[in-house]
């Protein structure tokens, strides 16, 4: 998702809602799951989270929160 009004859509979406039309939801989930950090940041880099790395932290600091 690249330019123009689609990079403006992506930037209003949710996180879950970027990972959804990615279809990267299941594969993100499996990653959290399994506490791989570095897959759960490059999953969220790809569907353009800001700050990727600080939110892979967040939802590893209290898993369960993020139903993890």
């Not at 790395?53 to 209290?62: C, G, K, M, P, Y």
């Given at each position: 998702v690249?330019?123009?009004i689609v990079s403006m859509n992506i930037m209003r979406m949710?996180?879950?809602?970027?990972?959804?039309?990615?279809?990267?939801?299941?594969?993100?989930?499996?990653?959290?799951?399994?506490r791989d950090r570095a897959e759960m940041v490059r999953i969220l880099t790809q569907v353009h989270v800001e700050d990727a790395a600080a939110s892979a932290d967040t939802i590893l600091q209290n898993p369960q929160r993020h139903d993890y």
């Amino acid at each position: 998702v690249v330019g123009g009004i689609v990079s403006m859509n992506i930037m209003r979406m949710t996180v879950n809602e970027r990972l959804f039309e990615a279809g990267l939801m299941e594969m993100f989930d499996e990653a959290a799951r399994a506490r791989d950090r570095a897959e759960m940041v490059r999953i969220l880099t790809q569907v353009h989270v800001e700050d990727a790395a600080a939110s892979a932290d967040t939802i590893l600091q209290n898993p369960q929160r993020h139903d993890y």
